[in-house]
């Protein structure tokens, strides 16, 4: 009886996350594929609700929206490597190299942006990669050429690296946190240089961690629009400001389903191979 009585304490417990998820996740996102089957007409702007593949058809035929997806794909991933890059050095000193009082400084140092609007980030960045901004300002004070990196493609990457640098800091960190020293000061007592015992001890053992960090720097950019609407330029739209303009301009919003849906495979896909290195393994 008692055992019952646990097993119903828990379906209590379970009942209402998993509701909320049922109804309000994954039902919204079976509503976002049923519409994308739809169509609005063109002269009424009525949704019609029959089903049709002209929004699929139309995304496989225009060079446009696939040129768009190749940008967004691209530089999610351009973002992800130049994280894991930067990550790396910071994450193996607060890691491995400091005391626990310099951890937490460092740590609190990295969360600090993240207490600020994101919008506030943004706009900080204009101002530093702007014609009149702070980096030509310090290369005219030293003589050196101006870049011209406002409202283009480099910004997005630039800013985009600099925003969801944290999220890959920290499972970083975490992943750095679990190698044994033992294993380290092992492979220098059988003859093992700095670098091979990176390149076989440590490494290996971190790539969970960089795997789950990827999967919040990919995706969160692959989502984006509110950055690509601030500091991209004509030719730097992403897959969200379309899927914006459809549902807030044009009121298309079967088409903009359609193309949200590239969003959802990729994202899957992406979760899939990084699970194969070990990206969940922690939760």
Same mark, same amino acid.
């Given at each position: ?9 828990? !379906? ?6 998993? /509701? ?5 996740? #994954?039902?919204? @996102?079976? *509503? %976002?594929? =049923? ?55 910071? !994450? ?6 400091? /005391? ?5 400084? #460092?740590?609190? @140092?990295? *969360? %600090?942006? =993240? ?169």
């Amino acid at each position: 009886m008692s055992g019952s009585r646990k097993l119903l304490g828990h !379906a209590a417990l379970l009942l209402p996350p998993f /509701g909320w998820l049922t109804v309000f996740y #994954l039902g919204s @996102l079976s *509503a %976002l594929l =049923l519409s994308a089957f739809w169509q609005v007409d063109s002269m009424s702007g009525e949704m019609i609700h029959e089903w049709t593949l002209d929004n699929f058809r139309i995304l496989a035929t225009d060079a446009t929206y696939r040129i768009i997806a190749e940008r967004t794909i691209g530089i999610a991933a351009l973002v992800t490597v130049t994280d894991i890059i930067l990550a790396w050095p910071l !994450a193996y000193v607060i890691a491995r190299k400091v /005391g626990p009082r310099m951890k937490l400084v #460092l740590l609190v @140092l990295v *969360a %600090l942006p =993240l207490w600020s609007s994101m919008l506030a980030r943004i706009y900080s960045w204009r101002l530093i990669l702007g014609h009149d901004g702070v980096l030509n300002w310090f290369l005219r004070t030293v003589g050196l050429p101006e870049q011209s990196f406002a409202f283009t493609n480099v910004a997005l990457w630039i800013v985009f690296t600099y925003l969801w640098l944290p999220f890959m800091l920290m499972p970083l960190v975490s992943a750095l946190e679990r190698i044994p020293a033992s294993l380290p000061d092992a492979a220098g007592d059988m003859g093992a240089t700095p670098f091979q015992t990176f390149r076989t001890v440590i490494f290996p053992l971190a790539i969970p961690g960089m795997a789950a960090g990827s999967v919040f720097t990919f995706a969160v950019t692959l989502g984006e629009y509110v950055t690509p609407m601030l500091v991209g330029g004509a030719g730097s739209e992403f897959i969200g400001n379309v899927v914006y303009s459809n549902v807030g301009v044009s009121g298309n919003i079967p088409f903009a389903a359609a193309y949200s849906m590239i969003l959802l495979v990729v994202v899957g896909a992406y979760m899939l191979f990084a699970r194969r290195f070990g990206a969940f393994d922690g939760a």
